[in-house]
């Protein structure tokens, strides 16, 4: 089959049960999150997963996708890009949506407003498209008519923040980074972008059966 990018969410963390926006700030797991990670790594661990031996593990380098990562089961094969941190926030880093509709910017959305002093979405989707065009220059793209892809491919387990990674699937998909308001994503998910007949497709999103 096709090499895959399968992408995993970090756990739950203070700030992402109260719907604070964390973005560079580096905020631990809680226990809960720590747990959701464990049984992320118990599924991945079992059939037909086992242990997405071959896959290359990365991970943005911030504490609590690290961790996430590492309680699953990846700590010895992991390694960190830079490239898969969260959106900077700027001055809206720790507020909710809520508080700045509330406080500073009635109606405000962050796909379509941005925010003061953070990284423009637009230069998310530039490190995300980097990110991507390293992924495809290690495994090229399948063929059509066998799906078949060079025997060096692996699947690639990206291990990131929820902004980041639904803005890499709208990219994926050729859509524009705002495309990512269109796919929801919870703590400690797993999704799965993959190829149907070499075009770009979604094989799986958002599932947390091992979180029920």
């Known amino acids: 089959m096709p ?15 109260t719907g604070r926006h964390t973005g560079r700030t580096d905020v631990s797991l809680t226990d809960e999150g720590r747990d959701m990670a464990r ?14 031996a071959d896959a290359e593990i990365v ?10 990562a590492e309680l699953a089961g990846f700590g010895a094969r992991l390694h960190t890009d830079e490239r898969l941190q969260e959106w900077d926030y700027g001055g809206y880093e720790g507020l909710t ?13 962050i796909w379509r407003d941005g925010v003061p002093g953070g990284e423009k979405l637009t230069e998310v989707g530039a490190r995300v498209d980097a990110f991507l065009a390293d992924v495809d220059a290690r495994a090229g793209v399948p063929d059509p008519d066998t799906t078949v892809m060079h ?20 990219r994926w998909l050729g ?12 703590p400690a998910t797993l999704s ?3 190829w149907e007949y070499a075009e770009r497709a979604i094989e799986r999103w958002n599932d947390a059966a091992h979180l029920a």
Request: aromatic share 6%.
């Open 3 to 17: 090499a895959r990018i399968i992408l995993v969410r970090h756990g739950e963390t203070d700030w992402s049960a």
């Open 39 to 52: 049984r992320l790594g118990a599924r991945l661990a079992a059939a037909p997963w086992n242990g997405l």
């Open 59 to 68: 991970s943005s380098p911030l504490s609590r996708a690290r961790e996430t």
């Open 97 to 109: 949506g809520p508080d700045i509709r509330a406080e500073r910017e009635p109606g405000w959305l």
């Open 151 to 170: 025997a060096a491919d692996r699947d690639v387990v990206v291990f990131a923040h929820g902004h980041l990674l639904r803005i890499m699937t709208a």
């Open 175 to 186: 859509l524009p980074p705002d495309g990512g308001q269109q796919f929801k994503l919870g």
């Open 192 to 194: 799965v972008l993959t």
